[in-house]
């Protein structure tokens, strides 16, 4: 079993950067690939980034290749997801997922509550 309990979040201009983390319960965190989704308002849940487990591999959605950077702490047991060059329809609520392989899809085990990101023009 393992929890993830999401921070960072908070309201910030176009243009300006958030930072999210992801904090993960238990002693197996290395072991998990982890992902970052975002849902707005009335809109499904949709891949943002994901990181692999061992090598640290990342995959990137087209829509913020060159402006995010998911990365993880396995000594931590905490993912991170840097943010800049923000627009407003970045805005969104994050949220970090654990699960045996890293895909693009909802196919993770487990989910974090979620963190709100907003950013105004």
């Known amino acids: 079993q393992v929890q993830l309990v999401e921070s960072g979040g908070g309201l910030v201009q176009a243009g300006g950067s958030l930072r999210l983390s992801c904090a993960a319960s238990g002693r197996t965190f290395s072991s998990y690939a982890m992902g970052w989704f975002r849902q707005a308002p009335g809109k499904e849940r949709e891949f943002v980034a994901a990181?692999?487990?061992?090598?640290?591999?990342?995959y990137y959605a087209d829509s913020v290749k060159g402006r995010f950077t998911i990365s993880r702490d396995n000594a931590k047991n905490t993912v991170y997801l840097q943010m800049n060059s923000l627009k407003p329809e970045d805005t969104a609520v994050y949220y970090c997922a654990a699960g045996r392989i890293m895909v693009a899809t909802t196919d993770y085990n487990y989910w974090g509550q979620g963190t709100q990101g907003t950013v105004s023009s």
């Open positions: 990181i692999s487990r061992g090598r640290g591999s990342t």
